[in-house]
Structure formats: structure tokens, C-alpha cells
């Protein structure tokens, strides 16, 4: 996979995010080519899906180096994408966004708003004989469970920003146990009895048991292959990413583009 040349200011908004942006990153970046260079000409057309796709560029906070985000790092690929489909709610980040794919992809779909209201405009512009690449790496518990139940009406593998220690583990008890309509409830969808299963789990089985209950819900959905990587910072667990496809082959891709982690040390078994 070809190295990207590293971004520079170009004066439009920047926002700062710690080391662990880096680290989802670069098992995307690795996933799209893989993607993108496996797919191409088997299908109609290849879509990449981002709602809550940022400003495009990051600063590293420890490092202040400057990083490509996940719409650029789509924009970018060898093997291009047909189409990018790409959402961002907050104002500021959504007009650096829109001025920075727009100079590489102007063909690019971009809207502002939350991705969760808005994703029937992007189902409706996605070509039902494509397949699609789903990034959905939401700011802790806000994407919803409806919003993947309408992913699912297309054919995509996605990969989920699951925030269990980041959001999920710390704020249940004090935030989600008492309200019937929380961001938890919102994510896990409907039927999942996650008040009963986590007051019952030893607290060193939570983040496993909170996952699979998770995937379980995605599993309704039609999606059977799954894959996981855990980001830490320190040693300490922070969230998991979540791959999700109806491939048993995108799956050995996923397999072959993160059996090494960022650091360049072998994958341990999760």
C-alpha cells in the first residue's frame, strides 16, 4: 500500500485528537486498499460511507504532526472509489470538510446534519448493483441502531467505532441505567436487555459481554462475519473497532490487513 504524502495547514479548520485517531487509521487506510484494489471491476461501483466523517485533516494531540482523516484518506485510494458519501453535523468542521474533498473529489456527496437523520438521502444516492465501504465513527454512543438496520437495505461491510471503556462502561451506571431513551439504548437498538446482562457480569467480562451483545443485535441485520481490533492507549483499553460484512472473503481481508497492528508488532489474539 502506497504512503500519502503527510498534509499540510492549509489554513481552514484543524481539529486537535489524541494518538488513538492515528491508530483506527491506519486499519482503515489499510482496509480501503485492500477494498478498493480487490473489488475493482467485480462490481457496478465502489461507495465509501462516512457519517460523521470530520474536518478531513487532524492534529495528533501529543505530537501536533498533522494527519489525513477518514474522508481524505477515501478520497486518496490507488484505486478510486466511484463515489464518497460524507456527513458531518458540527459547522465548523463540515466547511473545512466540504472545501478540502471538494478540490480532489468534486463528484462527492456531502452533507451537513447527523449522519443518523440523514442517512435515507445517502442510501437513496448509493446504486443498489455497488458495494460500499461504511465507516461510522461517531463522537462515543451516537450512532444509532436504526441508522445501521437502513445501512443494511444496501450491500456494504462496515466498520464500527464501538466506544465500550470510552463511553459505554464509564457512564452506564450514572448516565444510561435510568432512562429508557439513552444514547446506550439508541446504539444497541431495540430488545437489547443490556441493564440485566451488565448488572449480572463480572465487571472484567463487561466489555466482552457488551460487545457480543452488540454484534448479536448487528447479526439480525443479515451480517455474519465479523472481526474485531482493540485500541488502547497506555495499556488501557479505550474502544474496539468493529468489522461487519456478509463476505466470508472480506473477512480474510480484514484478517490480512490487520494481522499487524499500527506499531508494526504482530497481532496478539483478542
Avoid at 472480506?250 to 506499531?263: N, Q, T, V, Y
Wanted: glycine content about 6%; proline content about 5%.
Amino acid at each position: 500500500m502506497p504512503e500519502l504524502a503527510q498534509p499540510t495547514d492549509d489554513g481552514l479548520y484543524i481539529p486537535t485528537v489524541g494518538k488513538w485517531s492515528s491508530d483506527k487509521h491506519y486499519y482503515l487506510s489499510r482496509y480501503m486498499d485492500a477494498f478498493t484494489t480487490s473489488m475493482r471491476g467485480k462490481w457496478a461501483g465502489l461507495n465509501y460511507i462516512d457519517l460523521f466523517a470530520g474536518a478531513g485533516i487532524e492534529r495528533i494531540e501529543e505530537s501536533e504532526v498533522l494527519e489525513w482523516g477518514s474522508p481524505l484518506l477515501a478520497a486518496r485510494t490507488r484505486f478510486p472509489f466511484s463515489r464518497l458519501h460524507l456527513c458531518e453535523k458540527s459547522r465548523v468542521r463540515y466547511k473545512a470538510l466540504a472545501a478540502r474533498v471538494s478540490q480532489v473529489r468534486p463528484n462527492a456527496q456531502i452533507l451537513r446534519g447527523d449522519g443518523n437523520e440523514r442517512i435515507d438521502e445517502i442510501v437513496r444516492e448509493v446504486p443498489k448493483d455497488s458495494l460500499s465501504l461504511a465507516f461510522l465513527d461517531p463522537f462515543g454512543l451516537h450512532l444509532e441502531f436504526e441508522t445501521l438496520r437502513k445501512l443494511s437495505d444496501i450491500r456494504a461491510d462496515m466498520i464500527i467505532f464501538f466506544p465500550d471503556h470510552l463511553d459505554a462502561l464509564r457512564n452506564w451506571e450514572k448516565y444510561y441505567l435510568q432512562d429508557p431513551n439513552s444514547n446506550l439504548d439508541r446504539c444497541l437498538g431495540e430488545g437489547a436487555d443490556w441493564r440485566s446482562i451488565l448488572d449480572t457480569t463480572p465487571q472484567d467480562r463487561l466489555a466482552e459481554v457488551l460487545r457480543n451483545l452488540y454484534v448479536d443485535q448487528i447479526r439480525s441485520l443479515g451480517y455474519f462475519e465479523f472481526e474485531y481490533q482493540r485500541i488502547t492507549m497506555k495499556g488501557h483499553p479505550l474502544y474496539t473497532l468493529i468489522f461487519c460484512s456478509r463476505s466470508d472473503f472480506a473477512a480474510k481481508l480484514w484478517r490480512s490487513i490487520s494481522i499487524k497492528e499500527s506499531d508494526n508488532q504482530r497481532r496478539l489474539p483478542f
